[in-house]
């Protein structure tokens, strides 16, 4: 806007003698050729009262592409073609807690009974666990939430682990928990906060912890977790008829990562969108966000089961990039991108240059978490788009 006024400066200087009109033409003409590079975050009045939109944020990225135009318009009336803008929103975005809380722990008959579990007893990964809460639990009501404990195999060992599956929307989701020793150096003397607050404040710092060990997470990642409160047992989760007794109860508690913590979710993602002014008209970047579905994991499967056939039937099967690197089955950086550059060959065989992607997909670091790559076709080939 200064550079608006320096213009208006110098038309006054050069054009004093003509009628205000012409001067206001002069300005005009040249308002047309203004070009450049803003950045703006969305206000809660831009929502509501320039939009009309009941709360302050949108419900997909489709309807922020369609609606932010107005706004630029209006914040940037003198911007003009060649002109970019970076726009910062919020959007909607719900993760499921629970309603209704089961506990169990697997019974050596119900290793034996399972036939991924009978010969050794224990769970190979996390994903396996999901089949068997199918067979167990085949009228589970929505957001029924087991807190389960199982033996899970690590690679060296298997250990007694307790974690969450949520069953939502028609599927089970895993919902990482915490160990004793992690609740231990938390501060707990057992495995178990006293308060919700408590475990607000303190299960970022074990996120963060765990980052230590494991690669860094994604901007807007979002963690669910299930921790534990020491609570009058009400409901009679043991089933023995005593609701004066003291159990743990489950409860989950999500979590997104801001770039450098973890802080608690509360539905919303602060997002950004890039927009073009073509043609006169703002327009949204081309930018592609495409999340994996169970039959694209097969895909990578076919596609690198001679290249990398351990990593290739690991991928098939589990529906996960195992990213343990001291696992047979690593999908190291490069291996990633190669095969994020096939698949994207197979997904828009017929995408121009300089098309972009956000793909998002599964990895497992010890669990199952999910991350984002952005790639842009250069030269024929998908590349990462830093």
């Known amino acids: 806007m200064k550079n608006l006024y320096y213009l208006l400066a110098l038309l006054l200087s050069i054009t004093a003698c003509n009628p205000v009109d012409e001067i206001y033409d002069e300005l005009e003409a040249a308002e047309a050729d203004v070009n450049g590079v803003v950045e703006y975050t969305l206000e809660e009045d831009d929502y509501t009262e320039t939009l009309g939109l009941r709360f302050p944020n949108f419900g997909s990225i489709e309807e922020a592409g369609q609606l932010i135009p107005i706004i630029l318009d209006s914040v940037y009336p003198i911007l003009g073609e060649g002109s970019t ?9 719900r993760k499921s807690t629970e309603d209704s809380l089961v506990v169990y722990t697997v019974t050596n008959d119900d290793y034996e009974n399972y036939p991924a579990t009978a010969r050794f007893r224990n769970f190979s990964n996390n994903e396996d666990v999901i089949p068997f809460l199918e067979e167990k639990y085949p009228n ?14 690590n690679g060296r060992f298997a250990e007694t682990v307790n974690n969450g ?27 178990n906060f006293s308060s919700e607050d408590e475990a607000e404040f303190k299960i970022p710092r074990m996120l963060k912890r765990r980052d230590e060990f494991q690669e860094e997470p994604m901007v807007n990642t979002i963690v669910q977790t299930m921790y534990k409160l020491y609570l009058r047992d009400e409901s009679d989760l043991d089933g023995d008829d005593n609701t004066s007794e003291r159990l743990d109860y489950s409860f989950i508690k999500n979590f997104v990562y801001n770039g450098e913590n973890w802080v608690e979710y509360n539905n919303i993602l602060s ?19 495409y999340t994996f579905e169970r039959e ?9 089961i001679d290249t990398y056939p351990g990593p290739a039937d690991n991928v098939g099967f589990f529906g996960s990039f ?29 995408a121009e240059e300089e098309q972009k992607y956000v793909l998002t997909f599964a990895v497992y670091t010890g669990s199952t978490i999910t991350v984002s790559y952005r790639l842009i076709k250069s030269n024929g080939d998908w590349v990462l788009n830093q």
């Open 296 to 304: 694209d994991y097969n895909t990578v499967s076919s596609l690198f």
């Open 165 to 191: 599956f949520l069953y939502s929307g028609g599927e089970w989701s895993f919902i990482t928990g915490f160990t004793e020793d992690e609740y231990n150096e938390a501060g707990e003397v057992f495995a």
């Open 85 to 93: 803008a970076f726009v910062g929103y919020d959007r909607f975005f």
């Open 322 to 350: 195992d990213r343990r690197s001291a696992s047979s089955n690593y999908w190291s950086d490069d291996m990633l991108l190669e095969a994020m550059d096939a698949f994207l060959d197979q997904l828009d065989p017929n």
């Open 271 to 289: 997002e950004t969108l890039q927009f073009g002014y073509e043609d006169g008209v703002w327009v949204p970047d081309n930018t592609i966000n």
């Open 140 to 153: 589970a009501v929505n957001r029924m939430l087991v807190s389960l404990t199982y033996k899970l195999y």
